[in-house]
Structure formats: structure tokens, C-alpha cells
């Protein structure tokens, strides 16, 4: 996907969010991240997007030194689904007059301004879908946008140990794992080596993959995104699973950010 489509998915995002939540009780829990309500949910993506923002607009090519920004939050949780939306308007009026190509800072693989863009989508969307889900709303994704949340969440897993201390003890002797799109093209082999995680995908569909891995997680690009971050439990019946299950069980352990 081009920058343009993440900051069209931001938006998208944001608003189906603001949606879901404008009427709703804030103090009402979210399953989904255990000691949240919906107020703290939308809190902490209309915050995130805010810094998000504030790091867009100063171009640092140097990691920030402080994640103080204005939030411009307002007293009563109420006026939090209006504040979300008015965050993500913030943000298109900061990307929309920047090179997102520019070299700039960023935590994970790509170090472009359109990093944070494409970063604040999958943020976005993720936590909309947690409100969906408390609310008991259909939660579906768009595929293509799903595949590309999964090859965004695993090309930056190696460089999240940042903030996700577990991360870095995703190593092991040579040992691979699949996640395989069964809703179109999309193969993703991620290896563990003693040192280092690496990761391979391809366009091609999935059923006769190239490579034998040592565990296999096959299911829609959009359960897949949701089985990364957490949302789905590997033994759903979503998904197709085969091979080393202790490995797999070391991956959810410790992939989380």
C-alpha cells in the first residue's frame, strides 16, 4: 500500500472508531485489553495519535527525548470520541504538507516520515476493532489492509524490543514459522535464529508453500492480524494450525507489543 492509502485508513479508521463509541458508556470494560474501559481505550489512540503527529511535524532524524505532547484532552471522558476524531483531523493537516518519503526517526524498519502514518493506521484499526468487539458490533477488516497490518506488524517485531523488552527472546536454533493467507496472496516465514529474526514473504498463495516450516499458522488476513496482536487465540477454530506447537507457544509468549 502507498502512504496515501494509510492516511486514507486513518481516517477511515477514526471515524467508524468515533462511531462505535459516541454514544456509548465510557465506563464500559474492553475484553479485549483486560483493566481498560472504552474511555481509556479511546484515551490512549487519540494520545497515541497525537505524538504520533507531533513527531510527523518536527522531521527529527534523532529519537525523541520526551513523549510530552499538548493532548489537549478533555475533562470528561464524554468528549472523548469528539477529541478522537479532531486528533486524526490534526494529523491529515500535518502529513498532508510533508515529504512521506523524507528520512526521518522512526522505531521500526522503515526510517521515512510514512512510517508513522502506516504505524498509526494499524493503531487505529486495531483499537477500533477492541471497541467493536466490547460492544458487541461486527468487527470486520478490509482485507488488503489486513495483509498489509500483518506484513507491518512482522517487519517491525524485530525492532520492538524498544518497549517490548519479551521480543528480543525470539530467537531459537534455526527454527521457522509460517503464517499463511487462506483469503488470497500472502506468505509470511519468519526465522528464528540464535541471534536474530528475519522475515520472508511472498505474493504467491499459500497452499503449496515453497518451504516446509516447523509450525503453520493458516487463516484470513484479517484473523491473522488479529492472531499477531493478540485479539485471536491460536487455538480458534479460525485458524489452520500445524507443526511445532511449543514453538508456537514460545512466539505468542513473547511477540506482543
Not at 522531521?59 to 468528549?79: C, I, N, Y
Not at 502506516?118 to 477500533?128: D, I, S, Y
Request: some cysteine; hydrophobic content about 45%.
Amino acid at each position: 500500500m502507498t502512504p496515501l492509502d494509510h492516511g486514507t485508513a486513518v481516517a477511515a479508521e477514526t471515524t467508524r472508531f468515533v462511531a462505535a463509541v459516541q454514544h456509548a458508556d465510557p465506563s464500559l470494560p474492553v475484553p479485549t485489553c483486560p483493566d481498560w474501559t472504552l474511555a481509556d481505550l479511546v484515551r490512549h489512540t487519540g494520545s497515541a495519535q497525537r505524538w504520533f503527529t507531533d513527531l510527523l511535524g518536527k522531521g527529527s532524524l534523532q529519537p525523541p527525548t520526551s513523549r510530552d505532547v499538548d493532548l489537549k484532552l478533555p475533562e470528561s471522558p464524554a468528549e472523548y470520541p469528539a477529541w478522537l476524531g479532531e486528533a486524526a483531523a490534526e494529523a491529515a493537516a500535518v502529513w498532508t504538507g510533508l515529504d512521506l518519503d523524507a528520512p526521518m526517526w522512526a522505531w521500526g524498519a522503515d526510517q521515512h516520515a510514512r512510517f508513522w502514518v502506516r504505524r498509526m493506521a494499524f493503531e487505529t484499526l486495531v483499537h477500533r476493532v477492541d471497541a467493536e468487539l466490547a460492544l458487541g458490533l461486527p468487527a470486520d477488516i478490509d482485507p488488503a489492509l489486513a495483509a498489509d497490518g500483518v506484513a507491518e506488524f512482522l517487519t517491525n517485531l524485530p525492532f520492538a524490543a524498544l518497549f517490548a523488552p519479551k521480543t528480543a527472546e525470539l530467537r531459537a536454533e534455526n527454527r521457522t514459522i509460517r503464517f499463511a493467507r487462506t483469503d488470497g496472496a500472502g506468505d509470511w516465514l519468519v526465522r528464528l535464529r540464535p541471534d536474530s529474526l528475519t522475515l520472508e514473504t511472498s505474493e504467491k498463495l499459500s497452499e503449496e508453500p515453497a518451504e516446509p516450516a516447523d509450525a503453520t499458522v493458516r487463516g484470513t488476513a484479517a484473523d491473522l492480524l488479529l492472531l499477531l496482536y493478540g485479539r485471536l487465540d491460536r487455538t480458534s477454530d479460525r485458524f489452520e494450525v500445524h507443526g511445532d506447537d511449543a514453538l508456537l507457544a514460545h512466539w505468542f509468549a513473547h511477540s506482543a507489543f
